[in-house]
Structure formats: structure tokens, C-alpha cells
């Protein structure tokens, strides 16, 4: 596991304009993520469990942004928070015009099959089902007819490489090609969003490398907005900026270049 760089003291909140460092950087960027004072605290035996306090971030439409940080430090706790998978102790959460933090349980589901994409270090494939199957259902679940359904789905089977791997269930599939298909299943109902909790952490450094190139392609075809947390900095570097989390607070890291 590779530990971050020391970042050179910067503001406490990520919302200023970064220093262009991807290839995407000459875009015109409009907000799509806004968090406003946000704190998430959890009571333990020993007392309260400050994760967040006072968290502001600002997220552009087409950036794609790394978070980097110790473990333990709050990162998944984040990315849950900004898809609406748990809520905040205080403060709020935009996406677009959706006050993410104000959404009953019904919405919620609603907004996170509609508007987001997620990807985990683990693949979460069920594992009686084939990779199509696998793929089809968060269309499915919005209640899409199953044959529109299943074309979608080798749709993006081929958009990830895997359409001669369709019938091959979870167990028959490399690592590789399991979190290829986790990343065709979170974009196959074309969300804005995509959010990647160490998406390439389970793999080897070289089936990593390509994973995340395969991200990275999807992220510029599909007009995407990507959040991924990493431990990978070769990989982070690649992102157009780099937050890291520590003691709750967000900051940019600007003295660390692509290789």
C-alpha cells in the first residue's frame, strides 16, 4: 500500500479551481458536486467518533477527481454520503439541483439508480447469474423490459471488451474481467456520476493499470463525473486533481506531477 505524498499547506476547502493536470483539462467546467459543512460523527464505547467536521468540496461536471488518504480515514464514509448511501450528521449535499441530504429513503433509491454509477474494490457480481444478467439488473430494478434490458447490457459488455465472455457466470471470469463487468454495470443506466471505492485494489498492478485506462476512456466517451478513492498514487496522478483526507478536512495536493 503506497502512502500519499506530504501535501504543501493549502486551504482547508477543495473548491477553488485546481491546476489543469489531465488531459481533460481544457473543457468548460460547470459544478455538479457541492458539499457544504458537512460532519459525520459516530458514537462509540469511548465517545463520539469524529470522521468530518466543517467538510466543504466542490466537484465540476467532467472533472474526474482522486481522494487519497489512511485508511480509516473516511473516504468510503464519503463516497457513501455523496451517493446518497448514508446521510451526514450535518451539512449538505447537492448533486446538480438534487439536495441529495433531503431525500426520503424512496428517493434515494431512486436518484442512485438514476444519476449514479458505482464500482468497489470488490465486484459484488452475484454469482448464480451470468455476466449479461449481472449487467442488466439496475435496469431492471428501474423496470425495464428484460429483452431491452439484456441488449443494454451486451451493449456495454462490448463497451468493456467482454462481449464473447456474456454467458461465463462471476466464478469463470478472471479479476479483471469481474470488475470490468462491475464497471459496465454501473454505467448501464448512464448515470452523470460514477463513484469507485478502490476500484483496481484487488488487482495486480498490471490488470490494474488497464482497468483504470478502461475508466478513464469511459469517463471521456460518456461525458462522466468521476470521484475515486485510491491508495494508488501512480494511478491518482492521472486524475485532473488530488483531495486528500486527513483530521476530516479535504485538501489539494499540487506538488505532485504525472510521471
Known amino acids: 500500500m503506497q502512502t500519499p505524498p506530504a501535501a504543501a499547506p493549502q486551504a482547508s476547502r477543495a473548491t477553488r479551481e485546481p491546476e489543469s493536470r489531465a488531459s481533460n483539462s481544457n473543457q468548460s467546467f460547470s459544478s455538479l458536486i457541492r458539499v457544504q459543512s458537512l460532519r ?14 466543517d467538510l466543504d468540496l466542490e466537484v465540476e461536471a467532467g472533472e474526474m477527481v482522486a481522494i487519497v488518504g489512511q485508511s480509516g480515514a473516511g473516504k468510503s464514509t464519503l463516497l457513501h454520503i455523496l451517493g446518497a448511501l448514508d446521510a451526514p450528521s450535518a451539512g449538505t449535499v447537492y448533486c446538480a439541483s438534487t439536495h441529495v441530504t433531503s431525500l426520503s429513503a424512496r428517493e434515494a433509491a431512486a436518484f442512485r439508480n ?46 468493456v471488451g467482454l462481449e464473447d465472455r456474456s454467458d461465463h457466470r462471476p466464478g469463470e471470469l478472471s479479476g479483471g474481467e469481474q470488475q470490468r463487468v462491475a464497471l459496465a454495470r454501473a454505467l448501464v443506466c448512464h448515470p452523470r456520476l460514477l463513484l469507485a471505492d478502490e476500484p483496481t485494489g484487488d488487482l495486480d498492478g498490471v490488470t490494474a493499470g ?7 476512456r469511459l469517463h471521456l466517451s460518456h461525458g462522466l463525473t468521476s470521484i475515486l478513492v485510491t ?18 478536512r479535504l485538501t489539494e495536493i499540487t506538488d505532485v506531477h504525472p510521471k
Open 231 to 248: 491508495h494508488n498514487m501512480d494511478l491518482a496522478m492521472r486524475c485532473r486533481r488530488i483531495l486528500r483526507l486527513e483530521n476530516g
Open 210 to 216: 488497464r482497468v483504470f485506462e478502461l475508466i478513464e
Open 40 to 53: 459525520k460523527s459516530y458514537q462509540t464505547a469511548r465517545g463520539a467518533l469524529e470522521l468530518f467536521e
Open 114 to 159: 438514476r444519476e449514479i454509477g458505482y464500482v468497489w474494490q470488490f465486484h459484488y457480481l452475484l454469482p448464480e447469474f451470468t455476466a449479461l444478467e449481472n449487467v442488466a439488473m439496475p435496469l431492471l430494478a428501474r423496470g425495464v423490459g428484460k429483452g431491452e434490458a439484456l441488449r443494454a447490457a451486451n451493449q456495454w459488455l462490448g463497451e
